[in-house]
């Protein structure tokens, strides 16, 4: 048998395959702790209607995910002092801050409401944290759907009303 002769031009690389929409590992853990943490933190919303014990647990969960979160996303925390700030960066970044924040004080502020975990520390500090505990889930609740809305409009294709209209030329006769 004879063999012919190959040309290097046949064995070029082939061209990289194209990014499936499959996610890999990390991104599906993500995608479950973001969406757990905002089913918890919807649940924590409505503490209210919760027993007192399943309120904290729920909070000591959130806490955990929100952790987990800033793991995740350290590559954003880390990119904060590089680069220039365009205007659009400068907003994204002030509400991404401003619920850390909110939320960090929200956190502190209910791990000293009184039934918590320590019952050694003054009384005073119960009342200022059970005033300021409240009004925090409620900037929390807004600026974390600032936030999240911020990837709903990213995510999606297309605009609501470019949808309307490209189904309302396929009902013309």
Not at 114 to 138: E, N, R, W
Request: one cysteine or more; a positive charge.
């Amino acid at each position: 048998m004879t063999e012919h002769p190959v040309s290097k031009s046949t064995h070029r690389k082939m061209p990289a395959e194209p990014r499936t929409s499959v996610p890999n590992r990390q991104e599906k853990l993500k995608r479950i702790v973001n969406k757990t943490l905002g089913i918890l933190f919807l649940l924590q919303a409505l503490g209210i209607f919760l027993p007192s014990r399943a309120h904290r647990i729920l909070g000591i969960l959130f806490c955990v995910l929100v952790v987990i979160h800033c793991i995740e996303h350290r590559k954003w925390f880390m990119a904060l002092c590089k680069g220039r700030y365009s205007q659009k960066r400068k907003e994204i970044t002030a509400k991404n801050l401003s619920l850390f924040a909110s939320i960090f004080i929200l956190v502190l502020c209910g791990f000293f409401i009184p039934g918590t975990t320590h019952t050694f520390l003054d009384q005073g500090m119960y009342s200022v944290a059970g005033k300021i505990h409240i009004p925090m889930a409620v900037i929390s609740l807004v600026l974390l759907c600032l936030h999240v809305r911020r990837f709903f409009k990213r995510n999606s294709k297309r605009p609501i009303s470019q949808e309307k209209n490209r189904n309302s030329l396929k009902r013309l006769p």
